[in-house]
T-cell receptor, first 114, second 116 residues
Framework: GENVEQHPSTLSVQEGDSAVIKCTYS??????FPWYKQELGKGPQLIID?????GEKKDQRIAVTLNKTAKHFSLHITETQPEDSAVYFC?????????????FGTGTRLTIIP | SQTIHQWPATLVQPVGSPLSLECTVE??????LYWYRQAAGRGLQLLFY??????ISSEVPQNLSASRPQDRQFILSSKKLLLSDSGFYLC???????????????FGEGSRLTVL
């Protein structure tokens, strides 16, 4: 089955700086790569996703890059703000009925220092 | 708009007692439904998923079971809780696509279960 590794497990950055979280996956059949943000005491929420037919996707201060050859993808947050503090999860899935084959990373706790 | 409700939010139960966590989705029809467990430092583990009423698939052997008595209702149960069942349980739904494709998961607020 798929194995997703996520690094770092914790990350602290100064407000206004950039944050980068990296994930690797093992199954070359994976073609869907979402990123979820989980605030304290809440369920995760999708912030951005990418499919294997593109190498990069951007949404305002958030961007995701995908390297299919190396089997890794990254989340980039620019101009970080205090509200970016949360736990971030990457995930990967091959083609499936729905999300039953979605494998999550172990999460990165991002802290923005004012 | 679609919403997902999950309850109870917190639960403290003795070992050997039964469990029932409920989840309902509003504003959509025939959703795919999921139960996840979140343990510290281990990400999100899929426990059960359902693509229709009465259709339940289990991803890991465990002390838990799931049922889908109605299209938008998903229930997580146990007859006798173990200490190891403690954790944060999340219900989620996704849009059913006839062509089959992973897509956005919409999570509930979660239920924190402590087994003593």
């Amino acid at each position: 089955g798929e194995n997703v590794e996520q690094h770092p497990s914790t990350l602290s950055v100064q407000e206004g700086d950039s944050a980068v979280i990296k994930c690797t996956y093992s199954d070359s059949a994976s073609n869907y790569f979402p990123w979820y943000k989980q605030e304290l005491g809440k369920g995760p929420q999708l912030i951005i996703d990418i499919r294997s037919n593109v190498g990069e996707k951007k949404d305002q201060r958030i961007a995701v890059t995908l390297n299919k050859t190396a089997k890794h993808f990254s989340l980039h947050i620019t101009e970080t703000q205090p509200e970016d503090s949360a736990v971030y999860f990457c995930a990967a899935s091959p083609r499936a009925i729905g999300n039953e084959k979605l494998t999550f990373g172990t999460g990165t706790r991002l802290t923005i220092i004012p | 708009s679609q919403t997902i409700h999950q309850w109870p939010a917190t639960l403290v139960q003795p070992v050997g007692s039964p469990l029932s966590l409920e989840c309902t989705v509003e504003g959509t029809s025939n959703p795919n439904l999921y139960w996840y467990r979140q343990a510290a430092g281990r990400g999100l583990q899929l426990l059960f998923y359902s693509v229709g009423i009465g259709q339940i698939s289990s991803e890991v052997p465990q002390n838990l079971s799931a049922s889908r008595p109605q299209d938008r209702q998903f229930i997580l149960s146990s007859k006798k809780l173990l200490l190891s069942d403690s954790g944060f349980y999340l219900c989620a739904w996704s849009v059913f696509r006839t062509w089959g494709e992973a897509g956005e998961l919409f999570f509930g607020e979660g239920s924190r279960l402590t087994v003593l």
